[in-house]
């Protein structure tokens, strides 16, 4: 890993030094772009339409675009991209990741690029992380796009927006998403450039995918797409599919019974637990002792929901954590996501973890589901024709965005030079001597009045430290999923004099924590001219230098008291987490200081490296409250967090070469349904599948010396279509007097269609053809659904194969190429059943 690193680094600088070039031809069209007016903009972006209509490159028109999205910018926001952000642009052009540190400006680095690739009308999309992000980029980089007469939308759970300034929402709060219109998904689609949530853009592709009808479609093709935070989406995330279910068969009281009986096992006795692998099982002791219970002789003899339902349960009582991995809300389970903190509303553990969870708590256990489309992140973003992507962690990632998803990263240089100071980790022996330390910590700085940010990993952490501040009496927010709508609001006073907050991995990714508070914006006016002039009504000029002038002088004190102090309450499994963390403090060349503090009993220490440490404090001798600095513990620590990267990026690349083989599936499927979807007349290829049935069920008929065997042809013949008994033995006459097979074949096949296009007459020939349509299309999806679940169980149980010295992805991948060939070769039988003629 760090070899690779190595090797980054040295790339690094040459493709920095390639970026600087461009960038100078870049600054070299600025003077003549400030000479435009307003209304010229818009016929420059027709001259770059025109200019890629006449086949010329998309790199030729790189300096131009970029000078007309900064000047726009300018005149629009007051803010001039700096060369480093048009760097950062031109990374994300070609197809790059840029890494860029906290307090950069990735959203308005994303513009150039977007502008650029939206330039052919194929579309250019934003992915971000949440609602409120895709809502306020696109509201507040709206004005900037719209000056460059390029459409902006934007995409978020449950609605979809345009940037309209014609439009004004009398209800926004936030002046920046008060011009966004209310449309359709479909228009949201056709927009240049369009910024929304990732699950959402993968849940549009599955829904896209289960349409009835060709005006039902929403999506366009995968053409460019900028992902933000791309750690977060295509790493974090990366293990968890997007899934639309329908409801399956009633949920079981069963969860409860077992629920119930793995209460009354002993850890280590009766079960064992591996914390690394997040598995748990029963010892011998404890199958007995089950099997005792249950009044049954060997449990595994029973059918399989018995050992699933046991092994949920046991699971749900030591894997899964309340206030950690999910909370009860409103009498439901609700996720909590491990990496951001953030609540997961809406989504379900899978293989019976949620339900056996809901009966841990004593909640009612939601019905079970079953799977009608899934994709997960991967092979969805893997998609699109050109993919970038954006974040101000991704190095130690670099060798995972390059092996899986062909994605270099390019690491971004800084504005200003970067100064805040980095402490060593404070070890101590136990997590009580940890947190009186931390909370020790925060009151000198509280003291003094320079601000405080505590990450923590976890609800219950961020509760600890939060009572003890209160038995401390320090003023104090907390910020966890049990609060986040109130995220944004908290994060961006988090710079203030005396402001400590106590924040949960989500820590506000997206919002800027600024020195002094929450700095005042030229959009606060309530309009300002394209030229930055004086506003044409509400709030004035002199009002916005009054508060600038203010919050310049809270900004100044803050800066003289040493910025912001940044306190890590234990060490993730990730570096990149913790520098996420650290990367909160020290923007844009301010001060800064962080530090993070260990425990022994630390989950990272505890699985990963403790033992090393451990012998370090024995060596010292040090009592419980001082604590071990020392660099030997960085070097520990550090070993410890590349062990569990290694760990998971095995486990992630594990995950993509399965779901790879699913996605082939996926991808033929989706193909045949999309013919199928767009089919005007299916008619002639119905009835090939129904003469090649007659055929083949005529010559298995054929017995000894060439005898006919007419009575079976017929029993087997209204199958396929039906007739009454007497025009049975109306068919068997006529049949009987034909001597040879390829006589009665061609009768038949005349016979079923004249019959179908009899039908055809009666209820018209539109209907007929959206007939085919839909049982064409209800076919597809029902051998899709039956085959998602046969792959589920097969995938399983695959792993056993290992025991048997074959290789479990080897086996999966033959197994599940002729479940598919199975499911491809019977899809026309069922297709010819499905069409019951009758007189």
């Keep these: ?305 018995t050992v699933h339902h046991l092994e949920a349960a046991l699971k749900a009582r030591t894997l899964f954590l309340k206030d950690r991995d999910y909370i009860v809300k409103d009498g439901q389970v609700v996720i909590v996501d491990e990496f951001t903190g953030r609540l997961l509303t809406g989504r379900r553990f899978s293989e019976g973890i949620h339900q056996a969870i809901e009966a841990k708590e004593g909640v009612a256990i939601q019905q079970e589901s079953k799977t009608l489309a899934t994709v997960s992140l991967q092979n969805y973003f893997r998609m699109y024709q050109k993919l970038a992507g954006m974040t101000g962690t991704a190095a130690t990632e670099a060798e995972e965005f390059k092996k899986i998803y062909n994605l270099d990263v390019v690491i971004i240089p800084t504005n200003k030079d970067m100064i805040r100071r980095d402490y060593s980790d404070s070890v101590y022996k136990t997590p009580r001597a940890k947190y009186g330390a931390i909370a020790n910590e925060i009151a000198e700085c509280h003291k003094r009045g320079q601000p405080v940010l505590v990450g923590t990993t976890s609800i219950e952490k961020n509760e600890i430290i939060g009572e003890l501040l209160k038995r401390k009496g320090i003023p104090h927010q907390l910020l966890n999923a049990k609060n986040h709508l109130q995220e944004a609001l908290i994060i961006t006073q988090a710079g203030k004099k005396g402001a400590v907050t106590v924040a949960t991995n989500m820590a506000g990714r997206g919002v800027d924590i600024i020195l002094g508070g929450s ?123 590349v062990k569990v990267e290694g760990f998971h990026f095995d486990s992630r690349k594990h995950l993509v070469e399965y779901d790879d083989v699913l996605n082939k599936h996926r991808e033929i499927i989706y193909r045949l349904r999309r013919k199928a979807l767009f089919a005007e007349d299916q008619k002639e290829k119905i009835l090939e599948y129904i003469a090649s049935d007659i055929s083949t069920l005529v010559n298995l008929h054929i017995g000894e010396g060439g005898n006919i065997e007419r009575e079976q042809i017929i029993t087997e013949f209204v199958t396929i279509i039906p007739f009454d008994e007497l025009s049975q033995k109306q068919l068997f006459t006529q049949i009987f007097q034909m001597h040879t097979s390829e006589e009665i074949s061609d009768f038949l096949i005349k016979l079923s269609r004249d019959m179908y296009e009899a039908r055809e007459k009666q209820i018209s020939p539109e209907v007929m053809r959206q007939v085919e349509r839909w049982v064409s299309l209800t076919i597809i999806d029902n051998l899709w659904m039956e085959h998602l679940e046969a792959i589920d169980d097969l995938r399983e149980g695959i792993g056993l194969r290992g025991y048997g010295q074959r290789d479990p992805l080897v086996e999966y991948k033959n197994e599940a190429f002729s479940m598919f060939e199975r499911l491809v070769a019977g899809g026309q039988a069922v297709i010819r059943q499905k069409y019951t003629i009758t007189y």
């Design 1 to 305: 890993m760090f070899g690779f690193l190595g090797k980054l680094l040295d790339s690094n600088e040459k493709e920095i030094g390639k970026l600087r070039n461009l960038v100078l031809e870049i600054n070299s069209l600025e003077g003549d772009i400030r000479k435009l007016k307003d209304d010229q903009f818009v016929q420059k972006t027709a001259e770059l339409k025109t200019k890629l209509s006449q086949d010329a490159p998309l790199d030729e028109c790189i300096p131009l675009a970029f000078a007309l999205v900064r000047d726009a910018s300018r005149r629009i926001n007051g803010e001039r991209h700096f060369d480093v952000q048009l760097i950062a642009a031109a990374a994300l052009h070609f197809g790059k990741i840029a890494e860029q540190k906290t307090g950069e400006g990735k959203t308005l680095s994303a513009i150039p690029a977007l502008y650029l690739n939206a330039l052919s009308g194929q579309g250019a999309h934003l992915v971000t992380v949440n609602d409120y992000l895709a809502r306020r980029d696109a509201g507040w980089m709206g004005p900037i796009f719209h000056l460059l007469g390029v459409s902006v939308s934007a995409i978020i759970s449950d609605q979809s927006f345009l940037y309209d300034p014609s439009y004004t929402d009398p209800t926004a709060k936030d002046f920046r998403l008060r011009h966004l219109r209310p449309i359709t998904r479909k228009e949201a689609y056709q927009a240049d450039v369009t910024y929304g949530i990732n699950s959402e853009f993968g849940f549009d592709y599955l829904r896209d995918n289960m349409v009835s009808d060709p005006s039902q479609l929403t999506q366009r093709e995968f053409h460019y797409a900028v992902v933000d935070e791309v750690d977060s989406v295509l790493i974090d995330e990366a293990r968890t599919p997007h899934i639309i279910s329908a409801p399956d068969a009633e949920a079981t009281h069963k969860y409860y019974d077992y629920a119930k009986m793995v209460d009354k096992l002993t850890s280590k006795i009766d079960y064992a637990i591996d914390e690394k692998m997040r598995t748990a099982h029963l010892t011998d002791h404890g199958v007995m002792k089950v099997e005792k219970m249950m009044g049954l002789g060997n449990i595994y003899e029973e059918d399989f929901e």
């Design 519 to 641: 700095k005042p914006e030229m959009y606060e006016l309530e309009e300002v001219s394209a030229k930055g002039g004086s506003a044409s009504g509400g709030k004035d000029e002199k009002e916005f230098s009054r508060k600038m002038s203010a919050w310049q002088k809270a900004h100044d004190e803050v800066v003289r008291l040493g910025g912001l102090h940044v306190i890590g309450s234990e060490r993730h499994e990730s570096r990149r987490i913790d520098n996420q963390l650290r990367g909160r403090s020290g923007r844009q060349g301010d001060p800064g200081t962080s530090r993070f503090f260990v425990s022994l009993e630390d989950d990272i220490m505890r699985l990963f490296g403790g033992d090393q440490v451990a012998k370090l404090m024995t060596m010292f001798n040090l009592p419980e409250d001082v604590p071990l600095e020392h660099p030997m513990v960085s070097r520990a620590i550090q070993q410890a967090q």
